[in-house]
């Protein structure tokens, strides 16, 4: 998975499609979002639980535990890993759901640059990313910041990428930030229960997207659909 991705519709319209019972806390605006093309070290809206409750907050998308100095922080975290390795030891019990609209992954044809590929459910609802990190409110001798849990891709995707978010459907979603959830039990549904390849479709968009400042609508928009994307610069 490369590191851009679409968080651009309201916190409700995240919210909702979890169904999850009872009141939730909002810490992101009530606006829409607007992050069309969002990178690492963004502030992005993640959803975890605490005391009893649904939260919505802005968090770093990227981390890495106070020992690790001599690399940058991760956005991602391997599925096969995540678990046991030293590195997440730290956060893997405290997981949380990133929502997105969709991702961004660079494809090599041949060309003098990598190709863009805009990739979205093929219903058009929100993706559930499988997440964890140093979330508000919790031990305060690590910054916050979180990761996406990602998985290899399969069928038709590995033509695009070879990893991919791990994407979890609203049922799972809702066990996933469960904090009675045991962790063999989340390891398990990270590893096996994602949703599949079929789920997802994928088209070519605008070079433009490179550039992080381009943040409008038109970096999600279908290559020669007549939009315009007013930096191409992708240095």
Known sequence: ???????YRGIHD???????PGAWQNNVSDKPLGRYNAAPTMQLALLHTADDQLHADPVRWGWRPHWAKDRAAPINARVEKVAH??????IWPHRAICPIDSWFEWVDEGGPKKQPYLIRHRNGSPILCASIGQLPGQDRSE??????????????????????PV?????LAR???????PKERAEQMALH???????????????????????????IAPLNSG????????N
Not at 167 to 171: C, D, K, R, S
Not at 227 to 234: E, F, G, H, K, N
Request: net charge negative; hydrophobic share 40%; glycine share 8%.
């Open 85 to 90: 390795g030293p590195f997440f030891r730290q």
């Open 167 to 171: 994407v979890l459907a609203p049922a």
């Open 14 to 20: 995240f919210v909702a499609v979890l169904s999850m």
């Open 143 to 164: 910054h916050e910041g979180f990761v996406i849990i990602t998985a290899d891709s399969e069928g038709g995707m590995v033509d695009i990428h070879d990893r991919r």
């Open 193 to 219: 229960q994602g949703e599949p390849v079929e789920a997802f479709e994928w088209y070519k968009v605008h070079p433009g997207v490179g550039n992080v400042q381009n943040q409008d609508a038109e970096v």
């Open 175 to 181: 066990e996933w930030l469960d904090p009675a959830t």
């Open 1 to 7: 998975m490369c590191g851009r991705l679409s968080q």
């Open 227 to 234: 939009v315009s994307i007013w930096q191409c610069d992708t």
